[in-house]
């Protein structure tokens, strides 16, 4: 099955039922008005929706076309984003960790930080940044979707709560990082407003590539029509989604709605752009830009600026799954 | 104009107009089912609740019994709950900061962090935790709820957003602080669920109690029966909520329904527990611990334990103005 938001009078826009091609939609409205209102009554609403999945798909119900720029982001302002960092050369290119104590720790306990949830980005919506200055970065990671979660729960518990998956752009505001870690208060300024695919799918509904706890395909992203990178998300994981969700649940429990994401992903190879013809890359700048640091003892790949284009996508027989991330850098307009 | 939400059979509860003097309450379901309704078409919708509430303090509707342990937090899931540091004084007592680079860098701009708000808890709701050795501490702050801000907002957007505003226990597990601070990714484990005071107040409605954009009350607090601080809001307030609005918005617009915390209530003086009768006090217990590792070489005021019981009030005229957060200590039963 596979979810979408469209754009509506309220807030929280319209629940629509996608065809499995992602070509049609059907309104959801009767079962549930937004996905946070389905989500708040899975077990009862899901097998209705399921049906309305299964008429759309095989052509009982006709549908409208589904243009996926008429999507929000499926929700569109959530009560929990936790980010997490699930895959380790990831950390290690951008930190240069190794061998340090903090290295040690997070192999042992996967880091996790609060995101802002109160304006997620739709899939085609701009990057809108204040600076031009900021080293504009993006991160391309899987994300699922919670039931509710009780604290300390079993790996049983957190695996039964995964309803949804997709991917997102965690923007990065690198030249905010280190301010924001240095005074210990988390991702605070250099973290706006996370992008997400139109579509959500139902683990389920992945088949083979949803299995372990983690989602086994390919992210395809480009910048400006140029190929950076195409890690698989199922390779050199560290930390699946119920290794997270257990951690984030410790000391609390979680809401029906949070959104959890991998953390940038980030596959072993010594490799830097341009991307051979067989290469992996990176669903980053900022690891390209480490790996060139080392290799050529200076930085070459720049951060994004005013006009750029994104280009993300998880590809399963060369067809996006959840829909394409595409944004295009803005800078905000001064106010004098 | 007071609001508060009741509890319901949908998770965001439902809005109920309270009298002026927390006796008696009528619901606001035909103006807006939830308070997250309400704020996101106040300017509507804020006439017609005024109204109501101007019927019920003049007996014109005679409304019903409020009981306030019948109320969730004002919204009981947030989404977006960010907390300030807006009292030096705090931040010096708990973190020794004086002379350091950091405690400079956060004279200028105030430290904030993203907190949890997928589910926040009601003012007479158990503080449940883990284990009991995490060092349990409450924060008593100041809360306001806004409206939505854009990016890189002028002061007078800042302060023209300000809807509503209460107090809250930003409750702490010291023990986990440092971890959280030394990863740099904020305090996630370390700041469980926030409780809120059953009752959120318009800024006009508080008069001459709100001005300079900070409250201008004593806050009240006890642990078992015995006074521990009563410090003025008010008083010694390095950060005013503008500056917090501002600082929030410098990479992001922040949504219709965010809170935001002032930081924990501290004026400066050099007193310990137990309170003197002309005395001032803590408003958490970690700042009472430091003074005494000051005054007598070591801490002797106890973190919370199962069984405790936490009281807090506003005072204006010795009547608690938001009703009282009153919450007792519980710990998880252990899955086996």
Redesign the interface.
């Known amino acids: 099955m596979k979810l979408a938001t469209l754009r509506a009078s ?2 929280d826009g319209q629940l629509v039922v996608v065809s499995s091609d992602l070509t049609r939609f059907v309104s959801a409205g009767r079962i549930a008005p937004t996905l946070q209102a389905a989500l ?1 009554d899975w077990d009862r609403l899901k097998p209705a929706l399921a049906e309305l999945s299964k008429d759309l798909d095989k052509g009982a119900i006709a549908g409208q076309t589904f243009e996926p720029s008429a999507a929000l982001a499926p929700l569109p ?4 984003w936790i980010d997490g960092s699930g895959y380790m050369s990831h950390l290690e290119r951008v930190r240069s960790l190794k061998g340090s104590k ?1 290295a040690e ?2 192999s042992i306990r996967p ?9 997620l980005s739709a899939a085609s919506d701009p990057i ?3 600076d031009e200055d ?1 080293a504009l970065d993006f991160e391309v990671e899987v994300a699922i979707i919670i039931g509710h979660v009780p ?2 729960p ?1 790996r049983a518990q957190a695996a039964a709560a995964i309803r949804l998956v997709t991917i997102c752009n965690d923007v990065s ?1 690198r030249r ?1 990082v280190a301010d ?11 973290k ?2 996370t992008a997400f695919a139109p579509v959500v799918v139902t683990p389920d509904s992945l088949g083979e590539h949803w299995r372990d706890n983690r989602l086994h395909l390919p992210v395809r992203v480009e910048v400006n029509g140029t190929l950076y990178g195409r890690p698989n998300a199922g390779v050199d994981v560290h930390f699946d989604f119920i290794d997270l969700i257990v951690e ?1 649940a ?9 959104i959890i994401g991998s953390g940038t992903i980030a596959n072993h190879h010594d490799e830097t752009l341009p991307i051979r013809e067989d290469g992996i890359g990176f669903a980053c700048i900022a690891e390209a830009r480490t790996a060139e640091k080392v290799k050529f003892g200076k930085a070459r790949t720049p951060f994004l600026k005013p006009g750029d284009r994104l280009r993300m996508a998880a590809l399963a027989g060369g067809r996006s799954v959840f829909g394409d991330i595409q944004q295009t850098v803005v800078a ?1 307009a001064s ?1 004098t």
């Open positions: 309220r807030p708040d302002r959530a009560f929990q903090d720790l997070q880091l996790l930080y609060q995101g802002g949830s109160d304006s809108l940044i204040p900021l604290m300390r079993s505001l905010l924001d870690l240095q005074n210990g208060f988390g991702f605070f300024h250099s706006p407003s984030a410790r000391t609390r429990q979680l809401g029906a709605g949070t905000l106010r």
